[in-house]
Antibody, heavy 113, light 113 residues
Framework: EVQLVESGGGLVQPGGSLRLSCAAS????????MHWVRQAPGKGLVWVSH????????SYADSVKGRFTISRDNAKNTLYLQMNSLGAEDTAVYYC??????WGQGTLVTVSS | DVVMTQSPLSLPVTLGQPASISCRSS???????????LSWFQQRPGQSPRRLIYKVSKRDSGVPDRFSGSGSGTDFTLKISRVEAEDVGVYYC??????????FGQGTKLEIK
C-alpha cells in the first residue's frame, strides 16, 4: 500500500524558514516523480514543485521560485521541501504526492507573527 | 500557463440523480505522444485529494464505475451516473500536458439537495 507521511509543518514568523519532509513507503520511491501541492485555508489546490526520480531535475511555481527548494533522498525514501523567506501567502496545507496519483495527509504551515 | 476553468462552481444534486462537471482548458491538452493529460480529483470534507480519473477517461484503482470522464482537446467532463452521499465534496480538474506548472481548475463543490 502506498503511504506518504508529511511532517515538519508548524507556526513560523514572516521571513522565517521551514523544512518539510515526506516519508514514502509501499512503492519504488526512486522510480517515481514527486510533487508538492498546497492548499490555503478554504481555497483550491495549487501545484508548488516537482522533482524527477533521480533528483536531477526540478521545477517550481513562479510564486515560490527562488525561495523554495525541493530535494529527495532515494536511500531514505524521503522527499523534502526547504522553504525560505516565508510570507503570509505561504500559509497552507502542503501535500506530498507521488506523480499526483497518491497523496499524503498533508502538513499545515502557518506563517504569522 | 494553461488556465483550467470549471463549471458550475456549485452543484446541488438529489441522491440517485446524475451529475456533470465541465472543465475547459485555455489550450489543447493533446500531447505529442498522443495522450491527453487531464485528471479529475475528489476532495471530501476534511480529507486529502484523491485522484479519480487520469488521461481523460481512465479510472484509478478502487474508483466506482459510476464515475466517468470524457472529452478531448480543450473540453472535458466528469460524470457521476447516480450520486451517493459519499460523493459530497469538491472536484478539481488538472492538466499535466503543458508543464510546468501543472494547473488545477477552481473546484466544483458538490452537495446533496
Amino acid at each position: 500500500e502506498v503511504q506518504l507521511v508529511e511532517s515538519g509543518g508548524g507556526l513560523v514568523q514572516p521571513g522565517g524558514s521551514l523544512r518539510l519532509s515526506c516519508a514514502a513507503s509501499g512503492f519504488t520511491f526512486s522510480g517515481s516523480w514527486m510533487h508538492w501541492v498546497r492548499q490555503a485555508p478554504g481555497k483550491g489546490l495549487v501545484w508548488v514543485s516537482h522533482i524527477n526520480s533521480e533528483g536531477s531535475s526540478a521545477s517550481y511555481a513562479d510564486s515560490v521560485k527562488g525561495r523554495f527548494t525541493i530535494s529527495r533522498d532515494n536511500a531514505k525514501n524521503t522527499l523534502y521541501l526547504q522553504m525560505n523567506s516565508l510570507g503570509a501567502e505561504d500559509t497552507a496545507v502542503y501535500y506530498c504526492t507521488r506523480s499526483l496519483g497518491h497523496w499524503g495527509q498533508g502538513t499545515l504551515v502557518t506563517v504569522s507573527s | 500557463d494553461v488556465v483550467m476553468t470549471q463549471s458550475p462552481l456549485s452543484l446541488p444534486v438529489t441522491l440517485g440523480q446524475p451529475a456533470s462537471i465541465s472543465c475547459r482548458s485555455s489550450q489543447s491538452l493533446l500531447y505529442s505522444d498522443g495522450n491527453t493529460y487531464l485528471s479529475w480529483f475528489q476532495q471530501r470534507p476534511g480529507q486529502s485529494p484523491r485522484r479519480l480519473i487520469y488521461k481523460v477517461s481512465k479510472r484509478d484503482s478502487g474508483v466506482p464505475d459510476r464515475f466517468s470522464g470524457s472529452g478531448s482537446g480543450t473540453d472535458f467532463t466528469l460524470k457521476i451516473s447516480r450520486v451517493e452521499a459519499e460523493d459530497v465534496g469538491v472536484y478539481y480538474c488538472m492538466q499535466g500536458t503543458h508543464w510546468p506548472p501543472w494547473t488545477f481548475g477552481q473546484g466544483t463543490k458538490l452537495e446533496i439537495k
